[in-house]
């Protein structure tokens, strides 16, 4: 088994790039992933071209996913993902700067499993990220190497 994936779903490339490093930082080896934006987060998370290779392209263990993206936003991969059948579902948390109450309330619905605003200092972004990743990922580790009860 290989190191955990994170993917990471944003259109703001300073952002994903802050997220790609914290998450490292919280978790080295962690296998970090970027979509640019919703439509990319779905073709990865579908394994259509050109991320058909699972070896090259593995199922994340986490996705961060922001929500105000054009085009296709993140409710629309949410709603994509809740689709997919729940053994083929990775859990997802919504990192956005949507200010909306709205947003969080419809993202839970939509199956994420955590919400949380980004701040707008970058330091505090990145002491986000390490929570998430710390709460999430190694969970997900844990979760990985004990033993099934059959």
């Known amino acids: 088994m290989g190191d955990p994936t994170l993917l990471v779903v944003e259109d703001a490339r300073d ?5 790609r490093v914290a998450a490292r930082r ?12 919703g439509r990319e987060g779905i073709a990865y998370l579908a394994g259509t071209p050109p991320f058909q290779d699972r070896r090259s392209h593995p199922v994340p263990n986490l996705i961060i996913l922001d929500l105000l993206m054009p085009d296709v936003d993140g ?7 809740q689709n997919q059948p729940p053994t083929a579902r990775s859990p997802v948390v919504v990192l956005t700067s949507s200010e909306n109450p709205e947003h969080e309330e419809r993202s839970m619905a939509l199956g994420a ?5 980004k701040p707008a200092n970058l330091e505090e972004l990145g002491e986000v990220v390490r929570t998430i990743v710390e ?14 009860a059959g």
């Open 113 to 117: 499993q955590a919400f949380y605003r």
């Open 135 to 148: 709460e999430w990922v190694g969970e997900e580790r844990l979760n990985l190497a004990l033993p099934t």
């Open 15 to 19: 952002h994903a790039i802050l997220v």
């Open 26 to 37: 919280a978790l080295p080896g962690l296998d970090v992933r970027v979509a640019g934006d």
């Open 75 to 81: 409710f629309a991969v949410l709603e994509w993902i």
